[in-house]
């Protein structure tokens, strides 16, 4: 009797270790909810280069950033000189920027929500990384990968019926540590678009982040937007204000 109390012990304890990877696996969306909870944790503030390639050649612009929530994030542009200052601002369904030349703020249509940010392959609805893909699409799971010794979850997210969005659907690729591998995005005809990429992984702030992220749209060869976070810190104290139309036209 002993034999099986230690037996039955071990099994329960394997049962254990696996269950969360099995419950993982069976929900989609809470795989989904991971990846962009430990983008962005309760609250964080990065440094990132963004590398633009046209045909008009390269640049680059450095940027900071700070999310709070899930709903809330603020990007200013720190260098080159020409673009310093500009900021964009997402609270909650509202997107702000502000143009230094103009000193002016001007809240964007969601019709413009899919537009070029800063001339980039990157939309002001990638810079937010919001509750959009999680509450306006249904989630299903249609496969897995291996990826460095690790599970990758292939999940297709197709928008639910009334939501004003302009992809047919996404199929997302995230590691079984969270770590969101890739996005494409669809049309309405099912074709493929636009394909972004983790690059390279690495540890920020303690955890495993896509530390270099390569957006690319398939209609324009040879373009692409890099963004490389070269530091940032998570799950930290952030003045409400940091989040206001006030802070993004004079920043404290």
Do not use: C
């Not at 008009?56 to 542009?77: C, I, N, P, Y």
């Not at 199929?171 to 669809?186: A, E, K």
């Not at 952030?238 to 139309?245: A, I, K, N, S, V």
């Amino acid at each position: 009797m002993p034999g099986v109390t230690r037996r039955n012990l071990l099994i329960t304890s394997v049962a254990a270790l696996l269950l969360p990877r099995v419950a993982l696996a069976q929900d989609p969306g809470a795989i989904l909810r991971g990846a962009f909870d430990n983008w962005r944790a309760t609250s964080s503030h990065g440094i990132s280069e963004m590398t633009i390639r046209n045909a008009s050649g390269t640049r680059s612009l450095s940027m900071e950033s700070w999310t709070q929530g899930r709903d809330k994030a603020l990007v200013r542009f720190t260098a080159p000189a020409r673009d310093a200052g500009n900021a964009t601002l997402q609270n909650g369904r509202r997107t702000y920027v502000f143009n230094p030349k103009l000193n002016q703020v001007i809240q964007l249509p969601a019709s413009a929500m899919q537009q070029s940010w800063m001339g980039s392959d990157f939309s002001y609805n990638d810079l937010s990384k919001t509750e959009q893909i999680i509450t306006d699409y249904n989630h299903r799971l249609i496969g897995t990968e291996q990826n460095a010794g690790r599970t990758v979850y292939v999940i297709e997210a197709i928008p639910k019926r009334g939501k004003p969005i302009v992809w047919g659907k996404q199929v997302l690729r995230v590691r079984d540590d969270y770590v969101l591998l890739g996005q494409q995005f669809y049309d309405q005809n099912g074709n493929l678009v636009r394909e972004m990429v983790a690059d390279r992984i690495g540890t920020l702030g303690g955890r495993p982040y896509p530390v270099q992220l390569t957006m690319r749209s398939l209609d324009k060869p040879g373009q692409w937007t890099r963004i490389t976070t070269q530091s940032a810190e998570f799950d930290i104290d952030l003045p409400d204000y940091l989040f206001t139309r006030s802070n993004l036209q004079n920043p404290r």
